[in-house]
């Protein structure tokens, strides 16, 4: 069974970078036919895809966020993880890492969000 | 970018009715769309892809249909497991987006 867990601060300073790791189990990030991606969510809100690694490579951003984003992956330890510079308020959500199907491009397991906090 | 512009925003409704949501899109997504449904607190969870193929474990009281722009969800006879929110969510040339979301509520 496949299973996501996303982990790191809860808070993030105004300017800092959010940075968020997931650890999967169950499966490889190394194999397809799988990208593995990171969503948002702002309270209340719809949600915002953020962007997709394949095969710890190969990455694509959300335009919106691209400048700020950098999408990484440790095949050693089947992590994936996301940097998010110079963050504001704005970047207060819940974070959600996915696993997205390269077959119909669709989030078929998902872990169980973390909530990060922007905020001096 | 694709927009994609669910209705209605909030939609009551009681245990057995027959509802629909609709979901369009701002340029064509062929069958590029699947929809979501999320319960407070809780990560999304996928219903239908390609438009109209229901996931694996998911009741067959929800079905999906359309293509090009316009898209519906139906759920046949609501059970209380269904009132959530749902999402619909298409893919077109590397990128993802999602509608903003038809919050079910009881009637």
């Known amino acids: 069974q496949v299973h996501l867990q996303e982990s790191g601060p809860g808070l993030v300073k105004p300017s800092q970078t959010l940075s968020l790791t997931c650890t999967v189990s169950?499966?490889?990030?190394?194999?397809?036919?799988?990208?593995w991606s990171w969503i948002r969510q702002p309270a209340g809100k719809e949600l915002e895809w953020i962007g997709r690694?394949?095969?710890?490579?190969?990455?694509n951003y959300n335009p919106s966020l691209k400048s700020r984003i950098t999408i990484s992956g440790d095949t050693s330890k089947n992590q994936f993880s996301l940097k998010l510079s110079s963050v504001t308020a704005a970047d207060t959500a819940v974070y959600y890492c996915a696993r997205l199907t390269q077959l119909h491009h669709v989030f078929d397991i998902w872990g169980q969000g973390t909530m990060v906090t922007v905020s001096s | 970018d694709i927009q994609m512009t669910q209705s209605p925003s909030t939609l009551s409704a009681s245990v057995g009715d027959r509802v629909t949501i609709t979901c369009r899109a701002s340029q064509s997504i062929s069958n590029w769309l699947a929809w979501y449904q999320q319960n407070p607190g809780k990560a999304p969870k996928l219903l239908i892809y390609k438009a109209s193929s229901l996931e694996s474990g998911v009741p067959s009281r929800f079905s999906g249909s359309g293509s090009g722009t316009e898209f519906t969800l139906t759920i046949s006879s609501l059970q209380p497991d269904d009132f959530a929110t749902y999402y619909c969510?298409?893919?077109?040339?590397?990128?993802?987006?999602f509608g903003q979301g038809t919050k079910l509520e009881i009637k």
């Open positions: 690694i394949f095969s710890s490579v190969s990455t």
């Open positions: 969510q298409q893919y077109n040339s590397y990128w993802y987006t």
């Open positions: 169950g499966a490889s990030i190394s194999s397809g036919p799988y990208y």
